[in-house]
């Protein structure tokens, strides 16, 4: 069984930046692709940001690319969102996620999940 713990949510003004940490416990991390997702009120679950087990590769949602970034530490068992230049869209759940196959958008393939962690984006 694989544990994701997120934290690093909060209240921040439009324009302002916030850095989402996920700890993977249970196995190790780098057995796992791992992404972001988020929820906004009455809205479905959508795609953000993927990354391969090594970290070598990177994937983005068109909503969020060139202002979001995803990054890992095998050592820790850490993953990371850095998002920048934050809009009241942006406001969210965001969910951590863990998957054995590489298809980074898709919800499905992702077998493990943390409970989220609100952010909430004001004008």
């Known amino acids: 069984q694989v544990q994701l713990v997120e934290s690093g949510g909060g209240l921040v003004q439009a324009g302002g930046s916030l850095r989402l940490s996920c700890a993977v416990s249970?196995?190790?991390?780098?057995?796992?692709?791992m992404g972001w997702f988020r929820q906004a009120p009455g809205k479905e679950r959508e795609f953000v940001a993927a990354?391969?087990?090594?970290?070598?590769?990177?994937y983005y949602a068109d909503s969020v690319k060139g202002r979001f970034t995803i990054s890992r530490d095998n050592a820790k068992n850490t993953v990371t969102l850095q998002m920048n230049s934050l809009k009241r869209e942006d406001t969210a759940v965001y969910y951590c996620?863990?998957?054995?196959?590489?298809?980074?958008?898709?919800?499905?393939?992702?077998?493990?999940w943390g409970q989220g962690t609100q952010v909430t984006v004001s004008s």
């Open positions: 249970g196995r190790t991390s780098s057995s796992y692709g």
């Open positions: 990354i391969s087990r090594s970290g070598s590769w990177t």
């Open positions: 996620a863990a998957s054995t196959a590489w298809r980074p958008a898709s919800l499905s393939a992702y077998s493990y």
